[in-house]
T-cell receptor, first 112, second 111 residues
Framework: EAQVTQNPRYLITVTGKKLTVTCSQN?????MSWYRQDPGLGLRQIYY???????DKGDVPEGYKVSRKEKRNFPLILESPSPNQTSLYFC???????????FGPGTRLTVL | SQQGEEDPQALSIQEGENATMNCSYK?????LQWYRQNSGRGLVHLIL?????REKHSGRLRVTLDTSKKSSSLLITASRAADTASYFC???????????FGKGMKLTVNP
């Protein structure tokens, strides 16, 4: 089944404790992206990747890192999480440029 | 920066009625996409319209694009309770590989 998977689905952590949210797709998509969703703000793009070893900042990259060492994986790293990074995070992928995006189920992160 | 803005922000209709949602954007685009989200779940792609297209259909969905007014509309005909969801427009701006979403609008279809 074609899908985008994210882990963990739910995470409660404390300020400053490094964490990684994994994202994997099995559709051989070149384009992968991370978004955060906050009430009243819609979805905002954090980082995106056009292909392996090619990543670029979205609209809200501060406090986040990503890597794209393999085509299928695109982890999101929070080196020192802060409470303002409490949010619902989505990973998505698509063929080529940002066409039809396939979204993962989301990761609900709470930073205390 | 938020590119697309959906209007209205919330819409409540009866089953069987048509629902129209509008999206306005600010800069030139390559394409505009509409997505649906059910209650905090992942978004589902509905339809993509390119900047050189004016109208597209997919089942009960009809999308129009007016690049001179920088606006798009999504029409859902013969709505069903299952259409209750949040709807987002997203744009890919010319010269960028980013995808910029609007804040979304909530559609409620009452049985």
């Amino acid at each position: 089944e074609a899908q985008v998977t994210q882990n963990p689905r739910y995470l409660i952590t404390v300020t400053g404790k490094k964490l990684t949210v994994t994202c994997s797709q099995n559709m051989n998509h070149e384009y992968m992206s991370w978004y955060r969703q906050d009430p009243g703000l819609g979805l905002r793009q954090i980082y995106y990747s056009m292909n392996v070893e090619v990543t670029d900042k979205g609209d809200v990259p501060e406090g986040y890192k990503v890597s794209r060492k393999e085509k299928r994986n695109f982890p999101l790293i929070l080196e020192s999480p802060s409470p303002n990074q409490t949010s619902l995070y989505f990973c998505a992928s698509s063929l080529g440029t940002p066409n039809e995006q396939f979204f993962g189920p989301g990761t609900r992160l709470t930073v205390l | 920066s938020q590119q697309g803005e959906e209007d209205p922000q919330a819409l409540s209709i009866q089953e069987g009625e048509n629902a129209t949602m509008n999206c306005s954007y600010k800069t030139s685009i390559n394409n505009l996409q509409w997505y649906r989200q059910n209650s905090g779940r992942g978004l589902v792609h509905l339809i993509l319209i390119r900047s050189n297209e004016r109208e597209k259909h997919s089942g009960r969905l009809r999308v129009t694009l007016d690049t001179s007014k920088k606006s798009s509309s999504l029409l859902i005909t013969a709505s069903r309770a299952a259409d209750t969801a949040s709807y987002f427009c997203a744009t890919q701006q010319v010269g960028s590989e980013k995808l910029v979403f609007g804040k979304g609008m909530k559609l409620t279809v009452n049985p």
